[in-house]
């Protein structure tokens, strides 16, 4: 039988080789990155990048955004979705941040120890350890492994976390199993798996590549 990391490993492996390198989109400068996590929770990669583009087009700086009348952020942010959450708790960040730092640069961070990083941009409402796994990773270059829905969902039928672990514990789990150097491509594929095939309710486990090492497909599919 194998370790749990090896098993993290081989699942990483597959994935790489049906889904190829992953390539995601050009990174984006911390504070970006984070305002974009912010208005992707709880909808999909389009609605987040369509109120994106709509807030930097309508405000020429974050702290043009972070000065802004309230309801002007809600109004711009509507295409994610909870805009009335949303477009507060970005104002609210970006005025937690010049407030500590006197400033909204957050280029400090890629000189701060990987933990310091987590800690720091946790320490804010609104940012949880997705939010900061994901700057961490995909604008700072710093060893992060940031567990959405897919990932949570895809692991636990794996049985690369404990079944009752919660998403933040999982990061933590999570990291600890994947090699640093497979975080992204590892985060990207699997993401990629659960729409593809290990779809939420009903997962294409008769087309899915990991059947032998899937203790979902054990103990559900195959005994149909």
Not at 183 to 208: F, M, Q, T, V, W
Request: charged residues 25%.
């Amino acid at each position: 039988m194998s370790t749990p990391k090896e098993l993290a490993l081989e699942v990483h492996n597959r994935l790489l080789e049906h889904y190829g390198q992953p390539l995601w989109r050009n990174p984006l400068p911390a504070l970006d990155e984070l305002v974009s996590t912010i208005l992707s929770q709880n909808t999909n990669d389009d609605n987040r990048d369509r109120a994106f583009d709509a807030l930097t087009k309508r405000f020429s700086s974050w702290e043009a955004v972070r000065d802004a009348e309230e309801e002007a952020v809600i109004d711009a942010i509507r295409p994610a979705g909870l805009a009335n959450q949303k477009g507060p708790r970005i104002q609210a960040v970006l005025r937690a941040i010049t407030a500590e730092r006197s400033s909204l640069d957050l280029s400090f961070l890629k000189a701060m120890p990987d933990k310091n990083v987590h800690d720091w941009l946790t320490g804010f409402k609104g940012v949880g350890p997705k939010t900061a796994a994901i700057v961490m990773l995909f604008s700072l270059g710093k060893p992060a492994f940031p567990v959405d829905t897919h990932i949570y969902r895809i692991s636990g039928r794996l049985g690369l976390r404990p079944e009752k672990a919660s998403a933040e514990a999982s990061h933590t789990i999570l990291a600890e199993l994947f090699p640093p150097d497979t975080y992204y491509s590892a985060h990207l594929n699997i993401i990629r798996h659960g729409r593809e095939i290990c779809h939420a309710r009903k997962p294409k486990c008769n087309d899915c590549f990991l059947q032998d090492l899937c203790i979902y497909y054990q103990n559900h599919a195959a005994a149909t």
